[in-house]
């Protein structure tokens, strides 16, 4: 009777090592997949940061030229008028 009980002892002690063995085993697998989706979502967000980024610089850089554009465009306007002016006030200008 006593041989019983300490075989059934001991297997309940091998079930329940082998049970958190697998236990801590799952455990650590979940970690690392934890960890690794983490990674992921860092990099993906990283690489959207720098998608971001060269957007704005080529949007910062097409609104220049275009601001650089209407700048001189309204210098040559400027100057047009100007020179109209200085003709004006000399007379020499062409009359038609």
Same mark, same amino acid.
Do not use: F, P
């Given at each position: 009777?006593?041989?019983?009980?300490?075989? %059934?002892?001991r297997?309940?002690?091998e079930?329940?090592?082998?049970?958190s063995?697998e236990d801590?085993?799952?455990?650590?697998?979940?970690?690392?997949? %934890?960890?690794?989706?983490?990674?992921g979502i %860092?990099?993906r967000?990283?690489e959207?940061?720098?998608?971001?980024?060269?957007?704005? %610089?080529?949007?910062e850089?097409?609104?220049? !030229?275009?601001?650089?554009? @209407?700048?001189?465009?309204?210098?040559d306007?400027d100057? @047009? !008028?100007?020179?109209?002016?200085?003709?004006?006030?000399?007379?020499?200008?062409?009359?038609?």
């Amino acid at each position: 009777m006593r041989m019983r009980i300490r075989q %059934r002892m001991r297997r309940n002690r091998e079930r329940s090592r082998e049970r958190s063995e697998e236990d801590e085993e799952r455990s650590r697998e979940w970690s690392r997949k %934890r960890i690794g989706s983490r990674e992921g979502i %860092r990099e993906r967000s990283r690489e959207r940061s720098e998608e971001d980024e060269e957007r704005i %610089r080529d949007e910062e850089l097409e609104h220049g !030229e275009e601001l650089e554009q @209407g700048l001189d465009q309204a210098e040559d306007e400027d100057q @047009g !008028e100007d020179e109209e002016e200085q003709e004006r006030r000399t007379g020499k200008g062409v009359r038609r």
